[in-house]
């Protein structure tokens, strides 16, 4: 039997896929990421912005189209949100939410449907099994932080924390060579009153490159910077969520710190880790942001000096507090949107050409036309010629593509 596990939106959802995925290996199942004809679809939504629940819903029709008698299972947080949306097109599909993503293999030998109410323990899945050279592995799940855009606390739920003996044996299992711990609110880790930094001193004996995803500025702290130099091997990447540089907008999306209270984060981390990379995700016209506002993110943006900035353009969530706030023109949306991108390029160029003639380390993911590529610890994209497999010492030359060339000094 082939099974196609199909994921749409964040690392999050990725991770749970890799386990259902496993899942799936263990009971027998030939399993695929690529959308190809097959008997089983499991397909892991996002209704992180309107047009992620649309592509999601999408989703039906593409299924359809390669197997109209395939079992199609949809599970994630458009169908939590919506499960109705998922069996219009084909009654037939079955639909489970976020917090019971086991149910998912349960609906394989069953019919019906099963999006269950919210959870408050952390939900361990099948263990991924599989080896790759760089593995995501969840460890925290939901998020109590109620920005006023974001709905994924209305659907992912309160944040819940993994056991980090269970994280452990995940990581001794697929022996990654490198890791990359992640979760929908990775700051607000907490088991049983461990919070991230006491993660982090767990993970210490794992022979493993540790890379971070996506942190809040509140965790980063003398001692939480002290444990990830303690670690075996620590990637210096650190995506710091900014969305806005202004602190009147800041406020209005309840976030939690000021644009100057950012800036003594960012320093802080360079005190501990001089040639770290630090990149962002901004929000392009919040509905309460002027100009002015705007100017003030633009103006952080500069004196941050990030690696790599992600813009986003507001998208107003049904649900939310914002919703209910006067949304920008779609123009006025789309002209910051196009303001924050040539910064971005600018900000990946400076950091780039800053790097150039600099040692580092290439973790070698993948050969396509004549280059092998992959990321620097500091989350470079580097392209050596040739093939080239594992971690290998590099020197970093010229601009190329969205990276730079590098050159192997030693194998
Ligand atoms: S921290 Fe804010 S943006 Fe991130 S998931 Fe929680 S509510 Fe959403």
Known sequence: MKAVVFTLGCKVNECESDALASGLKERGYEVTDALVPADLYIVNTCAVTKEAEKKSRQMQARIKRLNPDAKVIFTGCACQKDAAAFTRKNPNNLVTGVFNKNAVLDLLDKSGDNVSDEKKEYEELPTVTSFKSRAFVK???????FCTYCIIPYLRGRARSRNPESVAIEIEKIKPLETVITGINLSAYNYNGEGLTGLIKRLKPLRTRIRLSSLEVGVITEEFLEELKGLYDFAPHFH?????GSNATLKKMNRRYTAEEFLVKVDLIRKHFENAGITTDIIAGFPTETEENFEETV?????????????FTFSSREGTVAYKMQDLPLAVKKERTDRLLKLKAECKARFTESQKGKKEELLC????DGYTEGYSKNYI???????????????IGEPFRDGAIAEIIDN
């Open 139 to 145: 460890v925290e799940d939901g998020c109590d932080y």
């Open 299 to 311: 103006d952080l943006v500069k004196k941050v000096g990030f690696s790599d900035i992600h813009p």
């Open 240 to 244: 710091l969520s900014l969305q806005s």
């Open 365 to 368: 993911e993948y050969y396509k």
């Open 381 to 395: 994209r580097l392209y050596v010629k040739g093939r080239a497999e594992g971690i290998k010492k590099v020197v």
